[in-house]
């Protein structure tokens, strides 16, 4: 064998042994996030059982956090990565079927679930978005806990987690998706405000859209990135009635049409009026954010 080739054989594995022991030191950080046992305790909170209650529930659910499009249309849970580089990821049947959650939770279990991103056992849930839904009021929780107790039961056994190497990848950069990481889990939960078209309540509606559109609001240009929604981007020309007339059709004032797959406008049209110009003021409110094109 010739020494280039000598050389050359030496740098390939090499390379290879730093690619196997890179990956084995990601997979362990990564294992020991997932085992951490976070002890949070949380006070019970009353449910109400009347048909307002329900009302306001799947109000929020479905028009407000948006719990469909992981859960499923029927909320009894679907499998949405299923692969060798992703892993098997499920969102809960959330129904008192055969697989589901529905009658096995205490209102405890749904608290630590949906506000502080962690299963019964006290490990961080995966892709729970709960760094937004901790800022949920007890009001609102009991609503939505109300609503999910009415469910029909629904059958649907899904696979336990496992996480495959991009998932665990993306663990590395985006802390969030453990949200139980990166929620301060000892902070007083907000009360809900009165609802009305006020700068205040927009603020309190508008929580799930920081998902896309990040917490200052100015978007980002990643896949799934949200539009700039601050004065320094892309609503910086539009009236309350384009965002209005937005949001209710799933076209822009310039023609353009909203992917449903990526923006939720057929599940946001359904809020009222009131709400969307809730939202509208607290828009207004942002500090600007300059963006391409703004």
Sequence with gaps: MSRTLRWLLIVVVGVAALAIGGSYLVSQRVETRLARVYQVEVAPIPVPTDQAAIDRGQHLVATIFFCQECHGEQLDGSLYFDHALTGR??????????GGIGDIFRVEDWDRAIRHGLGTDGRPLFQMPSHVYNRIADEDLAAIIAYLRSLPPLDNELPERTIGPLNRLALLSDPSLLAAEVIDHDASRPSSPEPGVTVEYGRYLSASCTVCHGEDFAGGS???????????GDLANWTEDDFLTTLRTGVTPLGDRLNPELMPWERISQMTDDELRAIWLYLLTLTAVQTDGG
Excluded at 227 to 232: I, R
Aim: hydrophobic share 50%; no cysteine; aromatic share 0%.
């Design 222 to 232: 990643g896949a799934g990135a949200g539009l700039n929604l601050t004065g320094g």
């Design 89 to 98: 990821i499920a969102a809960a049947n959330l129904t008192a079927g055969r």
